[in-house]
């Protein structure tokens, strides 16, 4: 009896012990959690801006231009690919809302000098601005960008130069593979198949040996390991730009696409795997020309729009595709310049213009573009300087561009508030050169 | 009879036949002449084996050639009774066979065997019978080079006798089918005769008999050394194999480790007869059917005449005291010799047979730890290297577990460091001590505390091996903790203590109190949760046991609460409730053995008697409310309860192992169904000895393989940069606690592995806060110079014990360079990031839980990266955010410490002197009574 008990006592015990149920599983680690790989995405209130083309030499020179709603600190650093030796860096303070400047000169002559600037609140933005004998280069630093980066508007023709700069700021080795599509189809470059861009370091491709005699090249990166930012430079004899690159949008707006005196043309490049449609609507003063050119763009193979048969200046132009997004950039030439700039995706109701000031025997304007609302919009246009800002109220009408000429002395940079969405861009022309650029949106709540 | 006899004329006995196992021509014809002139002659002679020579040779005299025994068999005359079996090599005396037939029948032999001489000197003995070892291995008892003097010419059974002269009943030898024939001639002899012995037949010598033999009988090659196995196999039970198999494995190695000193070579022959073994093991399983199908008797009758040891190391022993008596004058080694005698006579004991196997096993269970080093993964982490700076930081010091806190230490800590500092201060040794003694004292104690109740020590010490190595105590140590396996070994010693009867005189009954205590405190300190086990233990025995139980009730918590005095101060600080419910949530799942344990259990309880079925019953309590606590996660509980509810499981089993066995070996006593249901829990029970083999054979006494031993040692590969690794991974995958980030685990730890004294880190203070803001910070995408602000935190390294999308975060710093080509990802904070620096930046090293000043360096503020407390020192002290910066100018800074606690923690000390000198009352009071 007693062996029965106790046997009964273990065989209840067991049973309650294996009744127990299993403890739910531990929740899978980072659960929900959108993280989002390597790229650039900034910092929203704390931006790292990414200047993938500064020069300073004995007949050329960069000015950053700095500018910020909030106040706040902006480190410059300019690796240096000698082993050991410490970086260039310097420091200039930003009032908020305010613009500031700095000449790479001052920190660092050794000509080639790309970096990156970390403000230390925002939102802010960043521009680089060369200037010399025979260069006018202007455009904003990259703050975020796609891991596959175009550059349409690419050209070799005899007196043209056309190089790629991939710029790997970060302490990790890159590598990264260059495409390239032109009006004779897709371009053998086996030798730019992974190429590696060494940590905080960068290196040039020269399309003009490479590629010669393309007049419509548009040129592909695209990441496979680390992080680049890429920049392209086009050049004549007179005059070159730079421009960084663009992802893809189904839509696109040039604020300004042609100044007086110029010649230009869009060029558009399908990356997809079918054609796609294209419609360009040209702004003018006179109010738009809706569908001025319309065409089917084939997978590489770029497509150029060339905006003479429409006179009249300035002109702005919007692209819509369907069928599959496009990158789309526009080339002005004329004589003594050149300027390229990419399209801009998205309108936004504030804009900043950092770097665009009045420099002596150069016209400096801002330009705005009403092409998504049927009503007018009011914008103001602040001077951003060292001393805050001052500004001056515009009126945008829809589908004609606008163009404010900066001629305030203390102007490092603009900053553009508007009632609706618009997009925004700038221009310097003079004897060094043109230069097109598109200023920076600032992400607004409900936008 | 030594003189030749005159043959009286050839007289035909018609119920002989000889057969003459012949190898070559030219011996056969002299054996046969010998046969040819036998008293009274055989009706038939035969000769088998050979080629064509010997066949020519059998013709020649007239006699039958058959290839092997059965063809003789089965060419026998029907009137045949007996066959004389002998070799080539054989000249017997003209009375030989007389003699067998005669002295044979008298003595209702079924085999009889002559005495052999040697052929080349009449006057020398061979053989006189054989006696054999455990193993089979045939012993002679015969001095090199011993003269005939009659000595041994008495009819005398013996466990076997030689082929060179064998009569055999015929029928007895259809029976058993003759010889093995894949066996060498001694081997095959002496499986004949235990087959023939199982059997109930009685197999003597006649030293009337004589034989004269050319060359040796016995040799020492792989093919009777591969006889030898092979006869263990067919004839012993499989109790009896369990041990013997493994120890002739053993001593087969040993002597051939031993052999080269003394000129022999028997490696060769030891394997190949081990090899042999494996290739013929299914044939030998064959024939150990037919063998023991019809036995009549058990092992205990081969026993019978056997000699204890191994006679083949015998031999080894007499050769080297054969040398040493050659180089040293007479009288030197007779005491050495009487001694080594003496223990000789001790094992042939069972017990000291199978207490030597569990210390071996202990050793071998265990030979990783001890040679390589603890393997370092989860909570097995090894013990501080300096001893004294762990005592200090277990008395009222730093706490250095992730960013460091004044919380209370583990006692474990200061358990090992006290052993650390006899040890001369290595902390591998005082590790591989303390596993390797667990071990060895978990398996004896457990026999000491069984054999209270009448259990044997065989029984015990196997009871013993399953509390250490068994299905639960696999399962604790593959938990990755060395310390609760320290514990365990523990366990029976404070239950014995409680439950032995109690001593009659004061003095041992202080040293029994003492010895109580200091097991619950060594439980306590290696395992905290498990304090209360032995108590419950004993506890459980009062509500089902039977004879003295309810004082050892009350003696068993008294010792837990004298413990708890040994454990100062952390028993005072202790968070309980965090205690048995933090970690993982308890959840074991046991395997199929646990049933096998069951069925142990439930026949040892119906069959063994009152006492044994008592103790099984208490096992099966304990193993049942250990399966509870072990899967109590449901509750609430978590990985230390399960670790206690393991070790009762551990205990549980092993009595139902312990009383099991001894049911089985009392099964003749009790008999019917009782015996049967007894044989079958022993044979559950042997089940789950042999499962502890598993955990053996790593050699980690059970602990998982090695992680972190060179994991991290890209962190120090350039030296000691005196940071810290933050570490991200799965929970269980991390060394020691960790923290939670959105359900992945990380903690810092001092690289290349963390170690005990930071394996539970403690209640999140400030810096652990700081670091998990930013981490999220990281998360939002608002950092990306996360190398400066992990430099605050003296975080010079980031890694993830496995891919991570985290991963993503840092490869998108500006500060964070990856590194490539490790078994981890991994990435190095380009910012210096010294857990301790002075003015300019100048890195202070670590000197135990505090940091010390580089020569040369300028005195000054220190920024130190550890939880905020006024307590460092010494100088001015400040907060610096969530860290302490102290202006000193001195060379080194630490925590001052808490001198309460290190009061009490000197007073667990005193009180474990008085105990420890209790401990020695008590061995003197038994000395006296002795």
């Known amino acids: 009896m007693r062996r029965l008990l106790v046997l009964a006592l273990v065989g209840a015990v067991l049973g309650v012990a294996f009744l127990l149920p299993a403890p739910p599983d531990p929740r899978e680690p980072l659960t929900g959690l959108i993280i989002e790989p390597p790229g650039l995405a900034s910092p929203e209130d704390a931006g790292i801006w990414y200047c993938p083309w500064a020069q300073s030499t004995a007949l050329r020179d960069t000015v950053f231009g700095v500018v910020s709603l909030e106040e706040a600190q902006a480190a410059f650093t300019f690796p240096v690919t000698i082993p050991d030796e410490p970086d260039d860096a310097a420091t200039i303070e930003v009032p908020g809302p305010g613009a500031a400047n700095l000449a790479l000169s001052l920190v660092a002559q050794r000509g080639d000098s790309p970096g990156f600037v970390e403000l230390s609140a925002g939102p802010g933005a960043i521009a680089a601005t060369v200037m010399g004998d025979a260069v006018l280069a202007a455009d904003s630093c990259v703050a975020s960008g796609p891991r596959t980066w175009h550059f349409p508007g690419g050209s070799t023709m005899p007196g043209e130069h056309l190089t790629l700069r991939l710029f790997n700021p970060f302490p990790d080795p890159a590598k990264v593979t260059v495409t390239g599509v032109s009006d004779i189809g897709v371009e053998a470059l086996p030798e730019l198949d992974n190429l590696a861009v060494a940590a905080r370091s960068w290196r040039d491709v020269d399309f003009t040996t490479l590629l010669r005699q393309r007049q419509n090249l548009v040129i592909t990166v695209s990441a496979a390991a680390g992080v680049v930012v890429p920049a392209m430079v086009f050049g004549t004899e007179s005059d070159e730009d730079w421009w960084p690159g663009v992802g893809e949008a189904s839509e696109w707006e040039f604020p300004v696409a042609r100044v007086q005196g110029t010649d230009a043309y869009l060029v558009v490049h399908n990356p997809g795997l079918g054609p796609v449609e294209v419609v360009v609507d040209l702004m003018t003063p006179g109010g738009p020309v809706m569908e001025a050119f319309n065409a089917s763009v084939a997978p590489s193979a770029p497509v150029r729009f060339d905006l003479s048969a429409y006179p009249g200046d300035p002109l702005a132009a919007r692209l819509v595709s369907t069928g599959g997004p496009v990158a789309a950039a526009v080339v002005a030439k004329g004589e003594g310049g050149v300027a390229v700039m990419p399209g801009v995706p998205a309108a936004s109701s504030t804009w900043l213009l950092p770097g665009l000031r009045r420099v002596p025997l150069h016209a400096a304007s801002l330009w705005l573009l009403n092409a998504a609302s049927e009503e007018a919009v009011s914008a103001t246009v602040g001077v951003l300087g060292r001393d805050g800002s001052s500004g001056q109220t515009v009126v945008v009408p829809p589908g004609v561009p606008v163009q404010v000429d900066v001629t305030s002395a203390d102007a490092a940079g603009i900053l553009v508030e508007a009632s609706g969405p618009v997009t925004v861009a700038w221009t310097i022309r003079g004897p060094s050169g043109l230069a097109f650029s598109a200023a920076s949106p600032v992400a607004v709540d409900g936008e | ?930």
């Open chain 2, 1 to 930: 009879m030594t003189a030749q006899t005159v043959p009286q004329g050839p007289e035909t006995l018609e119920a002989v036949a000889a057969v003459v196992v012949a190898e070559s021509a030219e011996r056969l014809g002299a054996c046969l002449s010998a046969v040819g002139r036998q008293v009274y002659g055989p009706a038939q002679v035969f000769v088998i084996g050979g080629g064509a020579r010997v066949r020519a040779a059998a013709a020649r005299h007239e006699v039958l050639w058959r290839p092997h025994l059965r063809a003789v068999v089965t060419s026998l005359a029907p009137e045949t009774v007996f066959v004389w079996m002998l070799h080539d090599r054989s000249l017997p005396r003209p009375d030989a066979l007389l003699a067998l037939v005669r002295d044979g029948a008298r003595a209702e032999a079924s085999i009889v065997g002559s005495k052999v001489l040697d052929a080349a000197d009449p006057s020398v003995l061979v053989s006189v019978g054989y006696a054999t070892d455990v193993f089979d291995a045939p012993y002679t008892g015969l001095q090199p080079g011993e003269i005939d003097q009659q000595q041994y010419d008495v009819i005398r059974d013996v466990a076997a006798v030689s082929g060179a002269s064998m009569l055999v009943r015929l029928d007895l030898l259809r029976g058993l089918r003759g010889l093995d024939p894949s066996m060498a001639p001694m081997a095959a002899a002496v499986d004949f005769c235990q087959r023939a012995r199982l059997r109930g037949a009685r197999v003597v010598v006649v030293p009337s008999s004589e034989i004269l033999y050319a060359g040796r009988e016995v040799s020492a090659g792989w093919r009777e050394r591969a006889g030898e196995i092979r006869a263990m196999q067919k004839v012993y039970s499989p109790v009896t194999l369990a041990w013997a198999v493994p120890l002739a494995f053993l001593s087969g190695l040993a002597e051939s480790l031993a052999g080269p000193f003394l000129g022999r070579f028997p490696l060769f022959g030891f394997l190949g007869g081990w090899l042999w073994n494996l290739l013929f093991l299914p044939s030998t399983a064959v024939q150990r059917w037919s063998a023991r199908r019809g036995r009549v008797v058990g092992d205990e009758e081969l026993f019978r005449y056997q000699t204890g040891g191994s006679a083949r190391l015998r031999v080894l022993y007499d050769q080297g005291l054969e040398r040493l008596r050659a180089r040293f004058p007479e009288g030197v080694l007779s005491g050495f010799g009487d001694a080594l005698e003496a223990g000789q006579q001790r094992l042939r004991r069972p017990a000291v047979v199978v207490g030597l196997a569990v210390v071996a096993f202990a050793v071998l269970a265990t030979r990783d730890i001890w040679t390589a080093g603890l393997p370092v993964s989860g909570f097995s982490l090894p013990p501080p290297v300096s001893a004294s700076d762990a005592l200090g930081a277990y008395a009222g010091g730093w706490n250095p577990a992730g960013f460091g806190s004044p919380e209370v230490l583990r006692p474990e800590v200061a358990a090992t460091a006290l052993l650390q500092a006899v040890s001369f201060g290595s902390r591998g040794a005082a590790v591989a001590l303390l596993i390797v003694a667990s071990f060895l004292g978990g398996a004896i104690g457990t026999g000491r505390l069984l054999r209270i109740w009448g259990i044997g020590p065989v029984a015990g010490y196997l009871a013993g091996t399953v509390l250490m190595a068994g299905p639960a105590a696999s399962a604790l140590a593959g938990g990755g903790a060395w310390t609760p396996m320290v514990a365990l070994g523990a366990v029976p010693w404070a239950a014995l203590g409680a439950l032995a009867p109690w001593p009659a005189r004061w003095p041992r009954r202080l040293g029994r109190a003492a010895g109580m205590v200091l097991a619950a405190g060594v439980v306590g300190a290696y395992a905290p949760a498990a304090l209360p086990l032995p108590a419950v233990a004993v506890f459980l025995w009062a509500l089902v046991g039977r004879g003295r139980r309810w004082g050892a009730a009350l003696l068993a918590p008294a010792a837990a609460a004298g413990a708890a005095l040994l454990l100062m101060p952390w028993v005072l600080y202790a968070d309980l409730g965090a205690l048995y419910s933090g970690g993982g949530a308890a959840y074991w799942s046991p395997g199929w053995l646990l049933a096998v344990a069951g069925a142990a259990l439930v026949l040892a309880v119906a069959a063994g008697d009152p006492a044994v079925s008592a103790v099984a019953g208490w096992g099966g309590l304990l193993a049942a409310g250990g399966t509870l606590l072990a899967r109590s996660g449901e509750w609430g509980l978590g990985e230390e309860a399960q670790q206690v509810g393991l070790m009762a499981v551990a205990l549980g089993m092993a009595v139902v192992v312990g009383a099991a066995l001894e049911a089985g070996a009392r099964r003749r006593r009790i008999g019917g169904l009782k015996g049967t249901a007894g044989w079958l829990s022993a044979a559950a029970a042997v089940i789950l000895v042999g499962a502890t083999a598993s955990l053996a054979v790593p050699g980690r006494a059970g602990l998982p393989q090695d992680r972190y031993s060179g994991l991290l040692a890209f962190a120090t590969a350039a030296g000691d940069s005196g940071s810290r690794v933050l570490l991200f991974g799965p929970h269980e995958d991390l060394p020691g606690s960790s923290r939670d980030f959105e359900g992945l685990g990380y903690r810092v730890l001092s690289p290349p592995y963390p170690e005990t004294w930071e394996a539970h880190l403690p209640a999140p203070r400030l810096g652990d806060e700081a670091l998990d803001r930013l981490l999220h910070e990281l998360l939002g995408g608002k950092v990306r110079r996360a190398g400066e602000r992990l430099a605050a935190f003296g975080i010079g390294w980031v890694a993830f014990t496995e891919p991570s999308p985290l991963e993503a975060i840092f490869g998108a710093q500006l500060d964070m360079v990856p590194l490539r080509g490790l078994a981890v990802p991994a990435f190095r904070n380009e910012e210096p990031a010294p857990e301790a620096y002075g003015p300019g930046g100048t890195p202070w090293s670590r000197e135990g839980t505090g940091y010390r000043r580089p020569e040369g360096a300028p005195s000054g503020p220190v920024y130190v990266a550890a939880n905020a407390d006024y307590r460092w020192g010494p100088g001015r002290w400040s907060q610096v955010d969530w860290a302490n910066q102290v202006d000193t100018a001195g060379t080194a800074v630490r925590f001052a410490g808490h001198s309460g606690r290190r009061l009490l923690a000197v007073g667990s000390a005193a009180w474990l002197t008085v105990l420890a000198a209790l401990l020695g009352v008590g061995w003197w009071g038994r000395r006296r009574e002795r």
